[in-house]
Nanobody, 119 residues
Framework: QVQLAESGGGSVQAGWSLRLSCSAS???????VGWFRQAPGKEREFVSH???????EYDDSVKGRFTISRDIAKNTVYLQMNSLKSQDTALYYC??????????????WGQGTQVTVSS
């Protein structure tokens, strides 16, 4: 069982930046780790992921503004969020799975960290 812990959320103004962290209990090179978010009244949506080999994917809504990275020695994945918009307001979840298409079916999930962006 993989345990995940998110941190770094907060309340900021539009245009500001935040960096989320996801600390994992397992080896990152064996996992695909992703960030998802859920805004009030909306379904959870994909934001970004980084696979075991280091390749990355982003939702179109965050391309060019968000960057996912990892520190293998620390078993931590980061989500650097720049130029934040009010529509980025959501509860952000970190998830891990053996494959990047397994998050929903076989993934492990953190408790989430709140990001609130005011305009």
């Amino acid at each position: 069982q993989v345990q995940l812990a998110e941190s770094g959320g907060g309340s900021v103004q539009a245009g500001w930046s935040l960096r989320l962290s996801c600390s994992a209990s397992d080896i990152l090179t064996m996992l695909c780790v992703g960030w998802f978010r859920q805004a009030p009244g909306k379904e959870r949506e994909f934001v970004s992921h980084i696979s075991g080999d280091g390749s990355t994917e982003y939702d179109d809504s965050v391309k060019g503004r968000f960057t996912i990275s990892r520190d293998i020695a620390k078993n931590t994945v980061y989500l650097q969020m720049n130029s934040l918009k009010s529509q980025d307001t959501a509860l952000y979840y970190c998830a891990a799975a053996l494959r990047c298409d397994w998050f929903e079916s076989h993934g492990y999930w953190g408790q989430g960290t709140q990001v609130t962006v005011s305009s």
